[in-house]
């Protein structure tokens, strides 16, 4: 369905006219694919490398007195 498809039928639904259909701002949603349900974050971690991670400083030994 396209853009002009769906304002024309939301307009036929609604006995709305066109106009008012568009300053409404109706539009198509793409729904994204929901398959696979889990996260590999391997993959997530490759992609994000420019993260910042901050670096631990060194344990300070204790001299004995």
């Known amino acids: 369905m396209t853009q ?3 304002e024309r039928e ?3 639904s609604t006995g709305e006219s066109l106009c008012t259909i ?4 109706f539009s ?3 729904m994204p694919d929901r ?3 889990t ?8 992609c994000d490398r420019l993260r ?3 670096r631990r400083r060194p344990l300070r030994r204790r001299l004995a007195a």
């Not at 996260?39 to 490759?46: A, L």
């Open 35 to 37: 398959c696979p349900l």
């Open 39 to 46: 996260v590999d974050w391997d993959q997530v971690q490759e």
């Open 10 to 12: 939301l307009a036929r």
């Open 22 to 25: 568009r300053n409404r701002g």
């Open 52 to 54: 910042y991670s901050p």
């Open 4 to 6: 002009v498809e769906l």
């Open 28 to 30: 198509l949603m793409v």
